[in-house]
Structures are given as C-alpha cells and as structure tokens.
C-alpha cells in the first residue's frame, strides 16, 4: 500500500516538473520569438546588420557566418536572411557552399535537440495536428527520399520540419546526408537573389534578379508538380 502511494506521489511529482518544464519551454520560445520580431534582436533579420558586422572581422568571417548560421538554425529562427548574406558577402558559388554547410549542421542540431531533450514536448505538440504520424509513416516506407523530397522544396518550413525528423526513427547520418543533398538547389537559389538583389539595388543587372526569382518559384512549384504525377501513376 505504501508503495503505491510512493509511486502515485513520484508520478505526480513527475508530471507536474514535466508541466513545467514545458511552461518554461514555451515562454523561452516565445519571448526569444518577441525578442527577434519586436524587440533588440529584430537585426537577426536585417542583412545590412549581417553584412556589416561579418565584413568586420575579415579574417574570419566564414566561420563566424557558419556558426551564426548554427545558433539560428538550432533556436528556430529561420535563415533566410543569412542565405541572401552569404551571396552579397561571398558569391554565389561560395556563398552557397557556406551556407549549406552552415543549414545542415544546425539542421542537425536542431534533430538531436528534438531527439534527446525536447522530445515529451515536440511530441505532444505535433501529435495533435496529426503531422507527426504522417512524418512517422512516410520515413518507414522510404527515409532518404522523403527527406529529399521535403528539402528539395524552399517552401517548406526548414526549422519546424528540422524538430520534425528528430521525433522519427531515422537514422541522423542519413538525415543530414539528405538534409546536405536536398537543400543545395533552394540554398543556391536564396544565394542567387542575395548576389543579384544586391546588384540590382545597385541599379544593374535586375534581368539576373528576376531569373532567380523565376528559378526559386520554380523549385517551388516542382515538387507539387511530381507528387501530382506520383498520384495520377499510383491511381491508374
């Protein structure tokens, strides 16, 4: 008798640090999420901030840009704007190469998070819209390729999608393998319009600005267009 009732205390007690470790969690976020939109931090999307402080310390800007590309992926915030830093500061070519290392690795980050200390609240989150399960079904049938096919589009949304995957069964060396792989083209379309836009500001060159508009609606619209032919094959 005694035992149970030990056990229902320490279950009790369990939940309740639970309850509030989530609280914790949800008010991080969103004060971290005030911060950067309203607040001090609103600069982690003003590029001529990015521009400026990286061109600062010439001798290593790559890593610095590399690292600041992790912290962001990691807590969440969208990288967007360091993508178009990364062509202004470094060219397309190896703008993009930085950035895609940068993406994939906090992209890996923000996967072990997910997997090993977010994993209660991530869960309960998303079992609720029913994204999850879907996530989880999709993996076991074909992991690599579903990854593939969610980061060969610059649509979907790279940081919750990051969480995401770390709640499946996946293996994390074959997540970042694709994760590297699949967001190469969104990454060098991002980099293009950074190159491009800045030009154009400049006033030159807009034709190449609008060319990587185009190809970024492109790679958009192309997954949408394969899963319709994946349906109308399975249908017939």
Same mark, same amino acid.
């Given at each position: ?7 229902? #205390?320490? %279950?009790?007690? #369990?939940?309740? /640090? ?10 991080? @976020? ?13 600069? +982690? ?8 402080? &990286? ?28 993508? @178009?830093?990364?062509?202004?500061? !470094? ?23 997910? =997997? ?15 994204? /999850? *399960? ?9 992991? @690599?390729? !579903? +990854?593939?096919?969610? =980061? ?6 790279? %940081?919750? +999608? ?17 994760? &590297? ?7 060098? *379309? ?15 060159? =807009? ?19 394969? =899963?319709?032919?994946? #349906? ?5």
């Amino acid at each position: 008798m005694n035992r149970q009732l030990l056990k229902l #205390s320490t %279950n009790k007690k #369990s939940k309740k /640090l639970l309850k509030y470790a989530n609280l914790f969690i949800i008010l991080s @976020i969103t004060f971290l999420l005030y911060l950067c939109f309203f607040g001090p931090l609103n600069i +982690v999307f003003n590029h001529h901030f990015w521009v400026k402080s &990286l061109q600062t310390y010439d001798c290593c800007t790559v890593p610095l840009f590399i690292n600041a590309y992790i912290i962001l992926t990691v807590l969440g915030i969208p990288g967007t704007v360091l993508t @178009i830093v990364g062509g202004i500061l !470094f060219g397309i070519i190896w703008g993009t190469i930085w950035s895609v290392i940068g993406a994939t690795l906090g992209a890996l980050g923000a996967f072990l998070m997910a =997997r090993y200390l977010l994993r209660d609240y991530v869960t309960k989150k998303f079992n609720k819209t029913g994204i /999850l *399960a879907q996530f989880q079904q999709a993996i076991l049938k074909q992991p @690599i390729q !579903f +990854v593939l096919s969610i =980061r060969l589009a610059p649509i979907s949304p790279f %940081n919750v +999608v990051n969480f995401l995957f770390g709640l499946t069964p996946i293996n994390w060396l074959s997540y970042t393998g694709a994760t &590297l792989i699949g967001i190469i083209p969104g990454t060098f *379309a991002y980099n293009w319009l950074g190159v491009s836009g800045n030009k154009a500001l400049q006033g030159s060159d =807009r034709f190449s600005f609008f060319l990587a508009l185009g190809f970024l609606s492109l790679l958009s619209i192309i997954p949408f267009v394969f =899963r319709g032919f994946s #349906s109308i094959k399975s249908s017939q």
